[in-house]
């Protein structure tokens, strides 16, 4: 476990988690904590992501593309032709199929949480508020620019492990018309849940990018505990061999 924050800078979010990957099979222990990540120009290198996701399904776990799908939809939105409120309707309508073909989303799901949030009086469409605020030409109050996910009432249970949710909300920031994006996570799970979660929230902010008629600039991440969860390091190790000629600039 590292003693001090490690930070991680890219415009490659493939070679930024295989950075994350090595820098805790480099040390002792199998955690960062804390990890800050920062993602622009939100590149990729697929076939980093190829060999990610054929391990991941040799180990009968989920792909990187079904992990972002529960932050953000991305799939969907394509189909329905970029139409947001659409998007939200037939996301809620299939809710409950989603959470019966897969029983981690049995608590929910982020992307459930960011437009139908159960408040105390209401339903609340967080997304639709934060574009609706992007969309002013002044923003009255950038503290109204973020969105929930943890909720006290159902999330603050005794049980020795529970999957969802370890995002614990996003914010965003504009400046100049562009827009930026911040994750927080208490823990996250490197193998198996963080190339997934880290595009899905690229996802979501070039979702909230163009409806509001800005531009992405930055991904910023802040996760409590990077922990490489479900895999040796010697695994590991070899993981990142498979990866090696993909790495260099």
């Known amino acids: 476990m590292s003693s001090s924050p490690v930070v991680i800078e890219d415009i490659n979010l493939s070679k930024a988690w295989y950075r994350t990957l090595k820098q805790i099979s480099d040390n002792r222990g199998k955690e960062i904590s804390p990890l800050l990540l920062s993602i622009t120009n939100f590149e990729e290198t697929f076939e980093i992501k190829n060999i990610l996701n054929a391990h991941l399904k040799t180990n009968r776990m989920a792909s990187v593309e079904t992990v972002s799908e529960t932050i953000f939809p991305e799939s969907l939105y394509h189909y329905l032709k970029h139409n947001r409120f659409d998007l939200y309707n037939q996301y809620l309508e299939n809710l409950n199929r989603l959470k019966g ?38 923003i009255k109050r950038r503290s109204k620019l973020q969105a929930s996910i943890f909720d006290p009432e159902k999330d603050h249970t005794n049980g020795m492990f529970q999957g969802f949710p370890c995002l614990q909300h996003v914010t965003f920031y504009k400046s100049e018309g562009r827009l ?6 208490a823990l ?48 590991a190790k070899n993981l990142m061999k498979l990866m090696e000629n993909y790495i260099s600039d």
């Open 101 to 138: 073909i897969d029983k981690s989303n049995r608590h929910g799901t982020y992307f459930e949480r960011l437009i139908a949030y159960e408040g105390s009086e209401k339903i609340v469409n967080q997304l639709e508020l934060i574009i609706s605020s992007l969309k002013e030409n002044k």
């Open 180 to 185: 930026i994006i911040n994750g927080f996570y």
């Open 188 to 235: 996250q799970f490197l193998y198996r849940r963080a190339y997934g979660n880290w595009l899905g929230l690229i996802n979501l902010g070039k979702f909230i990018a163009r409806e509001s008629g800005l531009e992405l600039e930055r991904l910023n991440c802040y996760i409590g505990v990077e922990y490489l969860d479900k895999l040796k390091k010697e695994d």
